[in-house]
């Protein structure tokens, strides 16, 4: 299983059976972001991407089209880190259990590591500092400006 398959696997999960009254629910980890504006922003990133490369979206199943052109364009590890964050974002912002497994854990750590402080550069991630005793996930997601206390 590929870390973007893994990322849609937990947003979908984070998603299913979404009602209309949770899109207006706050996120906080995006402050000032509802369910909807992160539900928004996801699909829009992926549509960008498909439309960089031609990619027309002719299904309502905007992640199933992606990982169809992932065959033809294997290339999705900024993706996958953000399905995989928001996903715990929105499960987080709906009441539900937020656990990722090491796997996750390993793919989000290492893309931190390797991305440095230009994960940082454009403000969509910002460093939040923890405590060594709050647990691998916590500081993981910390990376990721995620408080996860």
């Given at each position: 299983m590929t870390a973007y398959s893994r990322g849609v696997e937990l947003f979908r999960a984070a998603t299913a059976e979404l009602g209309p009254a949770e899109?207006?629910?706050p996120v906080p980890s995006c402050p000032g972001?509802?369910?909807?504006?992160?539900?928004?922003h996801v699909a829009d990133n992926h549509d960008a991407v498909l439309s960089a490369h031609g990619v027309e979206v002719e299904s309502a199943d905007l992640l199933a089209v992606y990982d169809e052109h992932l065959t033809r364009q294997p290339?999705?590890?900024?993706?996958?880190?953000?399905?995989?964050?928001?996903?715990?974002?929105?499960?987080?912002?709906?009441?539900?259990?937020?656990?990722?497994?090491?796997?996750?854990?390993?793919?989000?750590?290492?893309?931190a590591v390797d991305a440095g402080e230009q994960l940082y550069v454009d403000g969509e991630f910002e460093l939040m500092?923890?405590?060594?005793?709050?647990?691998?996930?916590?500081?993981?997601?910390?990376?990721?400006?995620?408080?996860?206390?």
């Amino acid at each position: 299983m590929t870390a973007y398959s893994r990322g849609v696997e937990l947003f979908r999960a984070a998603t299913a059976e979404l009602g209309p009254a949770e899109l207006d629910l706050p996120v906080p980890s995006c402050p000032g972001w509802t369910v909807s504006d992160v539900l928004t922003h996801v699909a829009d990133n992926h549509d960008a991407v498909l439309s960089a490369h031609g990619v027309e979206v002719e299904s309502a199943d905007l992640l199933a089209v992606y990982d169809e052109h992932l065959t033809r364009q294997p290339r999705a590890i900024l993706e996958a880190v953000e399905l995989t964050v928001h996903a715990w974002d929105v499960a987080r912002a709906r009441g539900m259990q937020a656990e990722l497994d090491d796997v996750t854990l390993d793919f989000l750590l290492a893309f931190a590591v390797d991305a440095g402080e230009q994960l940082y550069v454009d403000g969509e991630f910002e460093l939040m500092l923890v405590s060594t005793d709050v647990g691998r996930q916590a500081s993981v997601l910390a990376l990721y400006g995620r408080d996860a206390r």
